[in-house]
């Protein structure tokens, strides 16, 4: 629950600090203002909380046998 929570505050922060940027600094940065929030998402997806409904063990083994080839 809290990890959820956390992950959107950080999302969000970073979408609020990118926003007061100016049009240059931002492309200085190589964004563009209408990007913004899909490089917020894009920054923490690695830090994404899985679902409960995702957490099936069952899946992350199909998965491994997916990329094995089998």
Do not use: C
């Not at 600090?17 to 997806?45: P, Q, T, V």
């Amino acid at each position: 629950m809290f990890a959820k929570w956390f992950y959107n505050f950080k999302v969000g922060r970073t979408i609020n600090a990118l926003s007061m940027l100016d049009d240059y600094i931002l492309k200085d940065i190589g964004i563009h203002r209408s990007n913004i929030r899909s490089h917020a998402y894009e920054m923490f997806k690695d830090e994404k909380p899985q679902d409960e409904k995702s957490q099936d063990p069952l899946e992350e083994l199909h998965k491994q046998f997916v990329k094995a080839g089998y």
